[in-house]
């Protein structure tokens, strides 16, 4: 008895009709790219990517980064952490919402700046800003920024600095987390325990929901450095602690590193209390005090790392009330001509106007995946961006000093035709117009 004929009896026997007989036309039927047949009632639904339907019918999300494996693994750690609830913690510093990002061990491997949670994000728990921007309206925000993209700021400082191998801005990308000590609305708190309640009770309506869990927030992802602390208490300790030949010849390409790296993206926030320094002193150095012939030894080392860079890439230069100033140009070390390192390390790049546009697009890359993203604004920023270049890379040829450089009238760079993205080919047509900013603001100083 063939296999048909049996399901046809037991059927029969228990009343149901038997399922009638099909004939199928392979010509006729839509295939996929597998060249599987596709059943045309699914619409588009089957040519989704697997990772996308996940998402929306589980509330997953993938945060890889193919070019960079060991960032994809710090993040599947922090996602690993969360599931194991052991949440990211809130840092009570700061004007936003911040928070110090754990592995399963507990151990802090990350800062998390999620966008809705920025100063001046609608979702931001720190209420000082709120009173801020309801008592003082006339002071609120930067007016040279572009409000709520501090978290593109963060990474888009990280790739500067990638580009120009200056490898002092911890390795910053944008991600999506969610945890439940991220600061969410009523509304979201709610329906994410009724959609888990339902889920628990009816599994075949919980199946369902687009996602369950609470939903998951865009923002910025610094690695953690560890054995730093702020720049303000190493720089008064070395006011009385003079350190050796060759540990202050590094400390200053590093801090000239800085000096390039803010003077570039034109940070509006740079105090001595948003960088790190790590010093590490030998054991020499603490036994026997300044009579060291540091030849003979290892001498201390000393590292710089440049945080906290959400307010940078503003679209013009600061011409209201404050001017924003770099606080590092009131130190000594600002005083010294760049070193030839610093020169042989930037000054082929910059001074390539293909590098540049290259670090434009790359920067457009970024910024396009945000929602409020404007092309007009954006150009803006890049033309202050150009700017800027173009006094650092007159400042290097000249041997001026980090004082000098921010002495020199600031610039702007238009470029006369529009246009972005990897591969767009270079014409002749590319024409840039460099014109000076007049307009001052009112209080220099602050």
Request: hydrophobic share 35%.
């Amino acid at each position: 008895m063939s296999q048909d004929h049996a399901l046809r009896s037991v059927l029969e026997v228990n009343g149901i009709p038997p399922p009638p007989d099909v004939t199928f036309a392979p010509h006729n039927i839509e295939t996929t790219s597998l060249g599987s047949p596709r059943s045309p009632t699914r619409g588009n639904r089957e040519n989704t990517p697997l990772l996308s339907r996940i998402e929306q019918e589980t509330g997953l999300y993938h945060n890889n980064f193919p070019d960079d494996l060991d960032f994809t693994a710090i993040i599947s750690q922090a996602e690993a952490a969360v599931e194991r609830e052991i949440y990211p913690e809130r840092i009570y510093q700061g004007s936003s919402g911040s928070y110090f990002v754990k592995n399963c061990d507990g151990v802090k491997i990350g800062v998390f700046k999620p966008k809705d949670e920025e100063p001046y994000g609608h979702l931001n728990p720190k209420w000082t800003k709120w009173m801020h921007k309801l008592c003082c309206p006339c002071c609120f925000g930067r007016s040279c920024l572009v409000p709520n993209q501090g978290y593109l700021s963060e990474a888009g400082a990280s790739l500067v600095d990638q580009r120009l191998q200056l490898n002092i801005v911890p390795k910053t990308k944008v991600v999506r987390l969610v945890s439940d000590t991220f600061n969410y609305t009523a509304i979201d708190r709610a329906k994410s325990r009724t959609k888990k309640n339902i889920s628990e009770k009816f599994p075949d309506i919980g199946r369902r929901f687009h996602r369950l869990g609470l939903p998951p927030k865009t923002g910025s992802f610094q690695t953690f450095v560890s054995g730093y602390r702020d720049a303000d208490f190493w720089l008064r300790k070395f006011e009385s602690e003079s350190l050796p030949e060759s540990t202050s010849k590094h400390f200053l390409v590093q801090f000239q590193k800085l000096v390039v790296l803010d003077y570039v993206i034109r940070n509006t926030d740079r105090g001595n209390d948003n960088w790190l320094i790590k010093y590490d002193k030998s054991d020499v150095d603490e036994q026997e005090g300044d009579d060291v012939d540091w030849s003979l030894v290892k001498p201390p080392e000393i590292s710089i790392a440049a945080i906290d860079n959400g307010l940078a890439f503003p679209f013009k230069h600061p011409d209201q009330w404050r001017a924003y100033p770099y606080h590092w140009a009131w130190l000594s070390h600002a005083k010294i001509p760049f070193s030839q390192e610093i020169k042989d390390l930037v000054l082929p790049q910059l001074s390539d106007m293909t590098f540049v546009e290259d670090l434009c697009d790359e920067l457009y890359v970024l910024f396009k995946g945000d929602k409020g993203f404007d092309r007009r604004t954006f150009e803006k920023q890049m033309a202050v961006l150009r700017g800027q270049i173009l006094n650092l890379v007159q400042a290097l040829k000249d041997g001026k000093s980090p004082v000098q450089l921010v002495q020199m009238p600031v610039v702007i760079v238009e470029r006369s035709k529009s246009g972005y993205g990897p591969g767009r080919p270079r014409t002749t047509s590319d024409t840039f117009v460099q014109s000076f900013v007049k307009r001052s603001p009112f209080f220099s100083w602050c």
